[in-house]
């Protein structure tokens, strides 16, 4: 499967795994409020946990390595 963009190869992973490394990364931040030494890695971890839980929902576990976004389609068809 080509992206339908550039016709880049396109890197497939589960969303539900992904999502759920998403949700435990933003999930750090809940840790940073006991220990404030972990306010940096919190912060950072959950924006990593953000565009992770972005590229489950709106990508569909697709990303295109070319673009280095989720693959955008324009008119969904079956069959690919
Ligand atoms: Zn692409």
Do not use: D, H
Not at 33 to 42: E, G, N, R, S
Not at 73 to 78: D, G, H, L, R
């Amino acid at each position: 499967m080509n992206c339908p963009t550039c016709g880049g190869p396109i890197i497939q992973k589960s969303p539900a795994r992904l999502g759920a490394v998403g949700v435990l990364m933003v999930a750090s931040l809940g840790a940073a409020l006991f220990v404030p030494l972990l306010w940096a890695p919190a912060i950072f971890l959950a924006a990593v946990g953000g565009y992770l839980i972005f590229w489950a929902t709106a990508g569909r576990g697709r990303w295109c390595r070319t673009c280095k976004q989720v693959p955008r389609e324009s008119k969904p068809k079956a069959g690919q």
